[in-house]
C-alpha cells in the first residue's frame, strides 16, 4: 500500500509568537527595568541611551520594538483569518472584523494619545493606529499568493526610498529630498536636526507616506505566519528564518554605510536591519519552544503575551502621566531618577500580577 501523506493540523496558537510578544511587551512596559531613565548617569549611561529612541541618524535597541510589535502583528494575521475561512467564515464577515478591529485600535489609539497630550489628536503615529491599519492591510492581501505579497513588501521598500531621495520638501532653500533635508543638518550645522527637518517632513506629510515602509515588516510578519501555519513545528521552518534574518541584518547593516539607519525616515536600511532582526528571533524561539519543547520556562512571557496591548495601554497612560508628576514635584539629579525607575518597576510588577490574576481566573483581555 502506498505511503499517504498525513496533514499536520494547523495550530490555533503559536506559542513562541505569544512568548515573543510578551518578552517585547517586557522591554517596554518595564521601560528596560528603568534602564530607559539611566542614560546620563556615568558609567551606565551607554546602557541607558539603548532604551530611547535615537531620534536621528542612528539606531538605538529602543528603535527596534516598534517592528517587533509590527511584525508580530503581521505573523497572528494568518492564524486568526485562515482559521475562520477553514471554519466556513464568507470573506465578508471576516472583512467586517478585520475592519472593526483596525478601527477599535485606532480609536483607542486616538484616546490614549490625546489623553496624553491634553487635547483631541486624530493620526496614525502611535503604535495601535499603525498595528490597526498595517493589519488590516495584511488581512486584504492574504489571499493573493506569497510570491506576490513578497514582491509588494519589496515595492513598498523601494517606493518609498524613491520618495526620499526625490521628493521635494518644502521648507528647505533650495528644496531638498526628504533624506538630504534630513541627513543636512548633520552635516551643515546650526540647525535643529528634529526641529528643522522633521517639522517640514511633517508639514509636508512626508513623515506618515514613508512610515509605510512599516507595512513591509507587518507583510513579512504575515508571510512567516502563513509558512508557520502551513507546515506545522519545523526545524527546517526554524533554520530558514534564522538565516532570512540574519541575512536582512547584514543586508541592512551594508546598506546604512550608504543609506544611514533612521526610524523617523523608516529608512529602507534601518527596515531590513530590524526585520532581519524579527524574523531572526521568532525562528530562534520557534525552534526552542515549538520544535525542542522547551516550555518550562514559558508560562509568564506566554500570558504576557496574550494581555499584551492591555498591559501596553495601561503603561503607557498611567506610567507616561506619573512620570511627567514625579518630574514637576521632585528636584532633579539621583533622586529623580532613582525614583522613576522604581515607580517604572513598581508599575509594571503591577501590571504583571494584575494580569497573573486574571489569567488564573480564566480572564484575557484582547483588544
Known sequence: MPAQSIPVPAPRRLLSLDVFRGLVIVVLASRGFGLYYLGSVPYIGPLGRQFVHHGGMGLHFWDLIMPFFLFIAGVAVPFSYLGRLERGEGWGLMFRHALGRFLRLFLLGV????????????????????????????????????????????????????????????????????????????????????????????????????????????????????????????????????????????????ASVAIPFCKTLCSSSYILFSGGWAIALLGTLHWIIDVRGRTAWTGIPAVLGMNALFIFVVDDIVGTLAERAIIAAVPGGVQEVLILVGFANALFFALVGVVLLMHKRGITIRI
Open 111 to 254: 484616546v490614549m494619545v490625546s489623553i496624553l497630550d491634553g487635547r483631541l489628536v486624530v493620526g496614525f503615529a502611535n503604535i495601535l493606529a499603525q498595528i490597526g491599519v498595517f493589519g488590516f492591510g495584511a488581512f486584504l492581501v492574504l489571499r493573493l499568493p506569497r510570491r506576490v505579497q513578497l514582491v509588494l513588501s519589496f515595492a513598498v521598500i523601494l517606493g518609498t526610498e524613491l520618495l526620499q531621495q526625490l521628493f521635494p520638501v518644502p521648507g528647505f532653500t533650495p528644496p531638498l529630498p526628504a533624506f538630504a533635508a534630513f541627513l543636512g543638518p548633520v552635516f551643515q550645522g546650526g540647525r535643529d536636526l528634529l526641529g528643522d527637518s522633521a517639522s517640514a517632513l511633517a508639514a509636508a506629510g512626508m513623515d506618515r507616506m514613508l512610515n509605510a515602509n512599516f507595512f513591509t515588516i507587518t507583510l513579512w510578519g504575515s508571510l512567516a505566519g502563513q509558512l508557520l501555519r502551513r507546515r506545522g513545528p519545523s526545524a527546517r521552518t526554524a533554520r530558514m528564518f534564522v538565516l532570512l534574518g540574519l541575512l536582512g541584518i547584514l543586508t541592512g547593516a551594508g
